[in-house]
């Protein structure tokens, strides 16, 4: 059997974390930023949890 590859645009996205759970960026934080309050745009920085629903897909396109 070949190797399993890992979809290396779902790699640059994603990182799994020492526990298991699958991390994402939030969005909304590229442009259009004048209008966003900054409390708002702080909350951007920090990665969030991937959604339950979608762990199946991607923890089989990082290829783990």
């Given at each position: ?20 759970k ?43």
């Amino acid at each position: 059997m070949p190797k399993m590859k890992t979809h290396k645009g779902t790699a640059k996205r994603f990182r799994r974390t020492g526990t298991g759970k699958i991390m994402r960026a939030k969005a909304f934080k590229s442009h259009i930023l004048t209008k966003k309050s900054p409390k708002r745009i702080r909350g951007f920085r920090q990665e969030t949890e991937l959604a339950h629903s979608d762990e199946k897909v991607i923890s089989s396109r990082l290829g783990k």
